[in-house]
């Protein structure tokens, strides 16, 4: 890897969506590209095996009825009431 660049893990677990325990675990099981040592106590992946992973992630597919099936929602724009505020809900009214 020719000066890829290399990030951290705040930045790693924000491009990747998971939490650190989540990421751990595939990263022992060898299902996420292994970490690699940068210095005493730090540790770093390559951007470039970062972003391989997350492309070949299997795309998700999400079933959006069409407007004119029965029970569709789309469109729809519920009637929500606005309330006040309610006295008596831990504080005094002035």
Request: aromatic share 6%.
């Amino acid at each position: 890897m020719d000066m890829d660049k290399v990030i951290r893990r705040k930045q790693l677990l924000e491009m990747i969506g998971v939490s650190a325990a989540t990421q751990y675990r595939m990263e022992r099981a060898g299902l996420f590209p292994r970490r690699f040592r940068l210095g005493k106590g730090l540790v770093g992946w390559h951007l470039t095996e970062i972003e391989e992973w997350l492309r070949s992630r299997e795309p998700v597919s999400i079933h959006c009825p069409d407007a004119t099936d029965k029970g569709s929602i789309v469109g729809v724009v519920p009637q929500v009431e606005v309330l006040g505020h309610r006295p008596g809900r831990g504080r005094k009214d002035p």
